[in-house]
C-alpha cells in the first residue's frame, strides 16, 4: 500500500473516531460546578469563552454564526474573551477596545483571519496599531480606548469569569450558567450545535413559569 494512501487512512479512521466520541457514551456536557447567575435576565444566556489566538476558537467561528442567525428569541448570546494565563490578556484588551469603539461586530472575524491566516501577531503594540489603522480605526482613538478604565475594568472581569466558571480550555460554551460544553466533549462543531439547542430547551424547562 502506499505511504500517503494509508496515511490517509489513519486520518480517516482518526476522524472517525474523534466524530463518534459522544456517541461511544461520553457525556456531550456537564453540570457546571458552581453555577453563576446570567445576567441577561429574563432570556436565556449562553456564553462562548475563546481566544482570539486559538485555532479551534477559529473554526469554530462559521458553526457559531450559522447557529446564532437562528436563535430563539429568548436566547441572548454573549462572548467572554478567556484569560487563564496574562499571555492571553492582550487579545482580550484587543476585544473590549474593539467593543468600546463600537467595531466589534465589524472587526471580530477580521481578527481572527489576521492572526490565523496572515499570522499577524497583534500581540505586539506596533502591529497591532498598523494593522488597526489598515482597517480604517483611528490610532490615537484606538489607543485612548486601550488604555481606558472601562476596558481595564472588563478585562479585570474576564479574569474574574473565567476562573469562576472553571475554563481550563476553549472554546467552551455555558448555557443559562448551569451547563458546559465543547467540542471535544460533543465530537464535532455540529454535534456542537445540537448540545447547545438542546441545553437550551432543558433551561427553559427548568426556569420558573411567567405568571
Not at 489603522?133 to 479585570?156: H, M, Y
Request: glycine share 6%; with cysteine; net charge positive.
Amino acid at each position: 500500500m502506499k505511504l500517503n494512501k494509508w496515511l490517509g487512512l489513519i486520518g480517516l479512521t482518526l476522524a472517525l473516531a474523534a466524530g463518534s466520541v459522544a456517541a461511544q457514551g461520553k457525556p456531550a456536557f456537564k453540570p457546571l460546578a458552581n453555577p453563576q447567575a446570567v445576567e441577561t435576565g429574563d432570556k436565556i444566556e449562553v456564553i462562548e469563552f475563546f481566544w482570539y489566538g486559538c485555532s479551534h476558537c477559529f473554526d469554530l467561528e462559521p458553526f457559531l454564526k450559522k447557529w446564532k442567525a437562528k436563535l430563539p428569541k429568548d436566547v441572548e448570546f454573549r462572548i467572554i474573551p478567556a484569560v487563564p494565563t496574562e499571555r492571553w490578556m492582550p487579545n482580550a484588551r484587543t476585544f473590549y477596545t474593539l467593543e468600546a469603539m463600537g467595531l466589534l461586530e465589524k472587526l471580530h472575524g477580521e481578527v481572527f483571519d489576521a492572526i490565523h491566516i496572515d499570522r499577524v501577531n497583534l500581540n505586539d503594540e506596533r502591529i497591532q496599531l498598523d494593522w488597526m489603522a489598515k482597517k480604517g480605526v483611528d490610532r490615537a482613538k484606538f489607543t485612548e480606548a486601550w488604555k481606558s478604565f472601562s476596558v481595564q475594568s472588563k478585562t479585570k472581569r474576564a479574569i474574574q469569569q473565567t476562573q469562576a466558571y472553571d475554563i481550563t480550555g476553549v472554546p467552551t460554551l455555558v448555557v443559562d450558567g448551569k451547563y458546559v460544553t465543547s467540542v471535544s466533549m460533543t465530537g464535532s462543531p455540529e454535534g456542537l450545535m445540537k448540545t447547545l439547542d438542546e441545553l437550551i430547551v432543558r433551561a427553559r424547562a427548568e426556569r420558573p413559569k411567567k405568571k
